[in-house]
Nanobody, 115 residues
Framework: QLTESGGGLVQAGGSLRLSCAAS????????MGWYRQAPGKERELVAR????????TYIDAVKGRFTISKDIARNTLYLQMNDLKPEDPAVYYC??????????WGQGTQVTVSS
């Protein structure tokens, strides 16, 4: 129901744009977010976009480097990631935010950063 894409291998300082395509049963024009999970760590919410007015919030570690956005017509969520750092590698997921819905997790997309 949620399909993430756009991950890959990038050098430190590089950029990636992640996409999250939602099925018709999920409306991205609600509270949505991008989460990430690195090996051995818990999944964390890194960016959030509120419904309607599109207010965004970020954790301090990505503030100023990541931008979350949405295309309502395409029912798709995006995460533009710039100046990627060695601490950013993880599997990135999208889901409802701040409370994710357990039944709609996708496969995620892997982000790898080489130094």
């Amino acid at each position: 129901q949620l399909t993430e894409s756009g991950g890959g291998l990038v050098q430190a300082g590089g950029s990636l744009r992640l996409s999250c395509a939602a099925s018709k049963r999920i409306n991205v024009n609600t509270g949505m977010g991008w989460y990430r999970q690195a090996p051995g760590k818990e999944r964390e919410l890194v960016a959030r976009i509120l419904s309607g007015q599109s207010t965004t919030t970020y954790i301090d570690a990505v503030k100023g480097r990541f931008t979350i956005s949405k295309d309502i017509a395409r029912n798709t969520l995006y995460l533009q990631m710039n100046d990627l750092k060695p601490e950013d590698p993880a599997v990135y997921y999208c889901n409802a935010a701040p409370m994710p819905r357990s039944t709609i997790w996708g496969q995620g997309t892997q982000v790898t950063v080489s130094s």
